[in-house]
């Protein structure tokens, strides 16, 4: 199947989001972890939440990573269905996350995952309108992102 142009920037650009947000989450730029959400963007995240606007989600992932020492996000290439201004999209990832003063003797808590992704364009980019973590294994000690 021959892509167009048009199709071909998209899917960069989608990809490009994609690595916008694991970059803001290790980095803790909060903002930029806002900013890959649309207004009324929600995020599944199973047991850590579900909430419904993009600042929602920020104060998600805020609270849960705000005491972690440090994570790394690594999302591997993604499955992208472009559908005019809207795409779907499927990434496997692993995440990892490192706290040295955990409450428990384990400082690491992994996962593997997937994200299922609806996308939308929006004039100051793609967004992510929705997104859901689906995780398929862990390691470590949950705790690890425990809040406070």
Do not use: C, N
Not at 62 to 79: N, P, R, W
Not at 96 to 120: C, L, M, N, W
């Amino acid at each position: 199947m021959a892509l167009d142009l048009q199709t071909i920037s998209d899917r960069m650009e989608i990809d490009d989001l994609l690595q916008s947000y694991s970059r803001a989450v290790d980095s803790k730029d909060w903002d930029a972890v806002e900013a890959t959400f649309t207004v009324d963007g929600e995020y599944d995240a199973g047991s850590l939440g579900h909430p419904t606007t993009g600042k929602a989600v920020r104060q998600m992932i805020e609270g849960a990573l705000s005491t972690v020492d440090s994570t790394q996000h690594l999302v591997a290439k993604s499955l992208i269905e472009v559908h005019g201004d809207t795409a779907d999209v499927r990434t496997y990832l692993i995440s990892q996350h490192i706290r040295e003063s955990a409450p428990t003797e384990v400082k690491h808590y992994f996962i593997g995952a997937e994200y299922v992704d609806h996308v939308v364009r929006t004039p100051q980019g793609w967004k992510f309108a929705y997104r859901r973590l689906d995780r398929m294994w862990k390691e470590g000690d949950r705790a690890v992102i425990a809040r406070g």
